[in-house]
């Protein structure tokens, strides 16, 4: 897995959640029939969250989605003429003269947008949204590249990834996808998110990928773990959470992460197991949303989501899958029920949504009922001892009242002894 560290003045931990990839398979006589080869091994993914059926309604048109990563390879056959490259906010980090491999990024921005190769562009890695287009950002290395050490020590480096987001902001992204976490949740990058959601645009993020790093619950990942950001999970081919996903309450939906097929830079192809392509399959069903429900704020794109989700866990949520793993088509017809609108053609007969009520509320799953008598037991305890103070109180009072003369009696220095004196 490529673990990105983060800034260690920050003592934090950003992972580019994307493990050890290579090429596939043994490469075929020629090019064609090494896209022929991808293609077949890519849509099992596809198809497991019913994209083709999406595609039937919108493939993306008019959505901009802003990577920010470690930078796109626009060249690549199955992205060329669909990526914008914006700034390098990583500037400085490697040494002068060195180009980026551009490894983590050319891949994440491939299984949101890529519109495949050769004849007919019936090879090669195709995106949810393969008409949508990539507005690359640069905010974190690759893990090989020599710069690695120097941008994770440095503290101008910090605010990456919040002026990557304020970029893609204002050079019209509707979307933002950011495979890449940290559990150190800074100021600036939640404000830049705030400014984000108050635009209009989508954020989705990895939720990370330290699954197995210990039992029980694992820390929040940010910015998966922001108010607002739609943290993914990554699941296997039955929907089950893969087992180095993380699991904590931010997460609220999943995705294919498990041997994801994905174009990488200079015509190779790339399979990884990780949160970030789970991210990126979640991103490019937003933007299949926002193409064809353009005015659908963030949280009803998130709600479409939710609603619309396959392989839902028992109760209805859970911190290792959020709501269930996204559906293409469903998510679409959700959207369209959202937006006021009746379901698109081809969407209304959804196995996954549509044939039957919403599902219900969520469930609790579990109650520690020693807790609550227990916690019961201290709030009646301390509402009685409240009371009885209380009451002591009121006594009190009433007794100094009680004991107290009024002027002029016996003893007291009263209207008659002073008249004596006079």
Request: glycine share 14%; net charge neutral; proline share 7%.
């Amino acid at each position: 897995m490529l673990t990105r560290a983060g800034r260690l003045a920050a003592a934090c931990v950003l992972a580019a959640v994307m493990p050890a990839a290579g090429v596939i398979g043994q490469a075929p006589a020629s090019a064609q029939g090494i896209g022929q080869q991808v293609r077949a091994a890519e849509l099992p993914e596809l198809q497991e969250i019913d994209v083709p059926a999406a595609w039937r309604v919108t493939k993306g048109a008019g959505v901009t989605v802003a990577v920010l990563d470690t930078g796109v390879d626009s060249g690549v056959p199955d992205l060329v003429g669909s990526v914008t490259t914006g700034p390098d906010y990583t500037l400085g980090a490697d040494p002068p003269g060195y180009q980026p491999p551009h490894l983590h990024g050319t891949y994440i921005a491939s299984l949101i947008a890529g519109h495949g190769s050769g004849p007919g562009r019936a090879g090669g890695v195709i995106g949810v949204a393969p008409e949508a287009r990539i507005l690359s950002v640069r905010v974190i290395l690759d893990d090989q590249e020599p710069g690695f050490a120097v941008y994770n020590e440095n503290a101008s480096y910090a605010d990456a990834i919040p002026d990557g987001i304020r970029y893609a902001v204002s050079h019209g992204a509707s979307v933002i996808n950011m495979s890449l976490g940290s559990t150190v949740a800074t100021r600036d990058m939640r404000l830049a998110i705030a400014d984000a959601i108050s635009h209009n645009v989508v954020v989705v993020a990895a939720a990370g990928n330290s699954g197995t790093a210990r039992g029980g619950f694992t820390p929040y990942s940010y910015p998966a773990s922001f108010t607002g950001v739609i943290s993914v999970a990554a699941v296997g081919a039955t929907g089950v959470r893969a087992s180095f996903s993380d699991r904590n309450a931010s997460v609220v939906i999943s995705g294919p992460g498990v041997n994801v097929v994905g174009a990488g830079p200079g015509g190779e192809y790339l399979t990884a197991d990780g949160t970030s392509p789970a991210s990126a399959f979640v991103a490019g069903v937003a933007a299949l949303i926002r193409s064809k429900y353009p005015g659908l704020s963030p949280a009803l794109v998130t709600q479409a989501l939710t609603d619309s989700a396959r392989h839902r866990p028992p109760g209805g949520y859970s911190p290792g899958t959020g709501f269930g793993e996204v559906d293409a088509a469903a998510a679409l017809a959700a959207a369209g029920r959202l937006a006021g609108q009746p379901a698109a053609p081809g969407l209304a007969a959804s196995a996954h949504f549509g044939a039957g009520p919403l599902p219900g509320p969520i469930q609790v799953v579990h109650r520690d009922y020693t807790k609550i008598l227990t916690l019961g037991a201290v709030a009646l305890a301390a509402a009685l001892g409240f009371v009885l103070a209380l009451v002591l109180m009121v006594l009190q009072i009433r007794r100094g009242r009680a004991g107290r003369a009024p002027r002029g009696e016996a003893g007291t220095p009263g209207h008659d002894a002073k008249a004596a004196e006079t």
